[in-house]
Nanobody
């Protein structure tokens, strides 16, 4: 069984910060690449940050330098530190494997950046 449970979203002002957490299940967590995806209204879901089992990271150009993805394999948890948030970061944020598993999306966590 694979489950992803996101938390940590909320309402923040532009320039603010949030840290998202993704609690996962599965005994083989450490071998999977993981990522944070987001979906804004009327837009497709996009990968914003990814991390391999070994800790190598990639970022979408739109968030590079502002977001940091990390993982704790012992806790089977993935994090997304988001700094210098912009209104265009507003979206529902999801975690999933990379490549994603379409049958295992969680509920996501809402991030709203607004004055």
């Amino acid at each position: 069984q694979v489950q992803f449970v996101e938390s940590g979203g909320g309402l923040v002002q532009p320039g603010g910060s949030l840290k998202l957490s993704c609690a996962t299940s599965g005994s083989l967590f450490s071998i999977y690449g993981m990522g944070w995806y987001r979906q804004a209204p009327e837009k497709q879901r996009e990968l914003v940050a990814g991390i391999t089992g070994g800790g190598s990271t990639t970022y979408a150009d739109s968030v590079k330098g502002r977001f940091t993805i990390s993982r704790d394999n012992a806790k089977k948890t993935v994090y997304l530190q988001m700094n210098s948030l912009k209104p265009e970061d507003t979206a529902v944020y999801y975690c999933n494997q990379v490549p994603y598993r379409s049958n295992y999306w969680g509920q996501g966590t809402q991030v709203t950046v607004s004055k």
